[in-house]
């Protein structure tokens, strides 16, 4: 890690503590040179080297583009998609990451309806639509979709 004060390039953990919730770990720092100390959170990302296997092709994750497609999930309310689409494409992000296999298209589209359902079903609804995740529209307890758990 380099010194966020001198930039040098040799610094040390003085402190070290995993996150209650979800796969983050935050460290304190001191630098070697200066001795500067500060502290960083770090968390995993799929960004970083996993690769997404679609039609034979692999294809580097890209966390803008599932941010914009939770986002456009929130027709009902669009301000509820400004606000939380990136904390949510976050939370997908690290659920994904801490899988210890390559991860597919179906399994971020699987992982991100799962959240959004949590957050909002209406939202959830809307994605799980435009993945093509509803397989029976047919009227199915009081005229609600069946949505596809491609994890089965």
Same mark, same amino acid.
């Given at each position: 890690m380099i010194c966020i004060n001198c930039f040098h390039r040799n610094t040390s953990v003085t402190n070290s503590r995993s996150h209650k919730?979800? +796969?983050?770990?935050?460290r304190r720092r001191k630098c070697g040179k200066c001795g500067a100390i500060f502290t960083t959170l770090? /968390?995993? =990302? $799929?960004? %970083?080297? #996993? $690769? #997404? =296997?679609s039609d034979s092709e692999s294809v580097p994750f890209n966390l803008g583009r599932l941010v914009i497609s939770i986002a456009e999930a929130f027709t009902h309310a669009s301000s509820d998609g400004k606000n939380h689409? $990136?904390?949510l494409a976050e939370t997908v992000e690290s659920t994904l990451a801490s899988q210890l296999r390559e991860i597919s298209k179906e399994d971020i589209e !699987?992982?991100? +309806? %799962?959240v959004l359902k /949590?957050?909002?079903? $209406?939202? !959830?609804l809307q994605y799980a639509a435009k993945h093509q995740l509803i397989v029976d529209a047919s009227l199915k307890r009081r005229g /609600?979709?069946? #949505?596809? =758990?491609r994890s089965q």
């Amino acid at each position: 890690m380099i010194c966020i004060n001198c930039f040098h390039r040799n610094t040390s953990v003085t402190n070290s503590r995993s996150h209650k919730k979800g +796969h983050s770990v935050w460290r304190r720092r001191k630098c070697g040179k200066c001795g500067a100390i500060f502290t960083t959170l770090e /968390r995993p =990302s $799929l960004g %970083q080297g #996993i $690769l #997404i =296997s679609s039609d034979s092709e692999s294809v580097p994750f890209n966390l803008g583009r599932l941010v914009i497609s939770i986002a456009e999930a929130f027709t009902h309310a669009s301000s509820d998609g400004k606000n939380h689409a $990136l904390a949510l494409a976050e939370t997908v992000e690290s659920t994904l990451a801490s899988q210890l296999r390559e991860i597919s298209k179906e399994d971020i589209e !699987a992982t991100t +309806h %799962q959240v959004l359902k /949590r957050f909002d079903e $209406l939202a !959830a609804l809307q994605y799980a639509a435009k993945h093509q995740l509803i397989v029976d529209a047919s009227l199915k307890r009081r005229g /609600r979709p069946s #949505i596809v =758990s491609r994890s089965q």
